[in-house]
């Protein structure tokens, strides 16, 4: 069985930088897909970035691009997530997640997914 554990969330003021962490317990587990997603207070889960395992392709959501960073360390099983320049509408529980195998949805749908950490909160101060 696969475990997510998140780490990194916290409270920060706009502006401010948080880096956000997820580790995949199975050492033998290998996913194509590894990625983070966000639920907003009150809004739906929402696709925040992903990077797939060979070529390490990454995915960000058109809110997040230039501001956040997605790494991931094949070794270690590990995917990080580096967030600058935050903003209040940042504010949401961060979940890591991973796609096992690639399927015909798109990579940020969040169906593929079949393994999830237990979100980690991040709260952005104006």
């Known amino acids: 069985q696969v475990q997510l554990v998140e780490s990194g969330g916290g409270l920060v003021q706009a502006g401010g930088s948080l880096r956000l962490s997820c580790t995949a317990s199975?050492?033998?587990?290998?996913?194509?897909?590894m990625g983070w997603f966000r639920q907003p207070p009150g809004k739906e889960r929402e696709f925040v970035a992903t990077?797939?395992?060979?070529?390490?392709?990454?995915y960000y959501a058109d809110s997040v691009k230039g501001r956040f960073t997605i790494s991931r360390d094949n070794a270690k099983n590990t995917v990080s997530l580096q967030m600058n320049s935050l903003r209040p509408e940042d504010t949401a529980a961060y979940y890591c997640?991973?796609?096992?195998?690639?399927?015909?949805?798109?990579?940020?749908?969040?169906?593929?997914?079949?393994?999830w950490g237990q979100g980690t909160q991040v709260t952005v101060s104006s």
């Open positions: 990077i797939t395992d060979i070529v390490g392709a990454t």
């Open positions: 199975a050492r033998t587990y290998s996913a194509y897909a």
């Open positions: 997640a991973t796609m096992t195998r690639r399927t015909i949805l798109s990579i940020t749908d969040h169906r593929p997914y079949d393994h």
